[in-house]
């Protein structure tokens, strides 16, 4: 196995294993994510000094707002997704918070001006619907309804970070 794909594959079970440790964390979604943010900044700042890695400060201050406003885009996302975990089942927090492309063809018309075809709305529409079926399938009664919490706790997340990326 070639050293990318080794890497690949470790960073999807460090992503994929987020939701049990957030299940078990005895701390709110956004101490978490504050947690995760602090470790992060501090790794990368590591990484940084030991690469001998330099920022330019007029590139800092140029682009402040905007580093800003991806910053607390990205904390929110994290934020929302945590509680989404906390409120529905795994799979049903993962799954919705996969659906971003959909929601993206939706608001693309709008946000984008990108013409609207009939092919790309049926096809969100088929994935929303299926979405909808697993997680009617998948809905287990001690859950309630705190799915519903999760669900839009990860729709929110998804507009956040659409938002974020313009």
């Known amino acids: 196995m070639r050293k990318a794909e ?4 470790v960073a999807m ?8 440790f957030v299940r078990w964390i005895p701390l709110s979604s956004s101490e978490i994510a504050f947690y995760r943010a602090v470790l992060g900044s501090l790794f990368l700042l590591i990484t940084g000094l030991l690469q001998q890695t330099t920022v330019s400060a007029s590139d800092l201050k140029r682009n402040f707002r905007p580093l800003l406003f991806t910053g ?7 934020v929302f997704l945590f509680e989404a ?7 049903n927090a993962t799954i919705s918070y996969y659906m ?10 709008i946000i984008l001006q990108e013409k609207r075809t009939v092919r ?10 299926g979405l909808m079926i ?33």
């Open 134 to 166: 697993m997680m009617q399938s998948a809905a287990q009664p001690s859950v309630g309804t705190g799915t519903l919490t999760g669900l839009l706790s990860c729709r929110v997340t998804k507009l956040v970070r659409m938002y974020s990326n313009q």
């Open 100 to 109: 971003a492309p959909v929601l993206v063809m939706f608001v693309a018309p």
């Open 120 to 129: 790309k709305t049926v096809c969100a529409g088929v994935a929303l619907l």
């Open 6 to 9: 080794t890497k690949a594959i």
């Open 85 to 91: 975990y906390k409120h529905t089942t795994m799979a």
């Open 72 to 78: 607390v885009a990205l904390g929110l996302n994290w």
């Open 13 to 20: 079970v460090i992503f994929g294993s987020i939701g049990l």
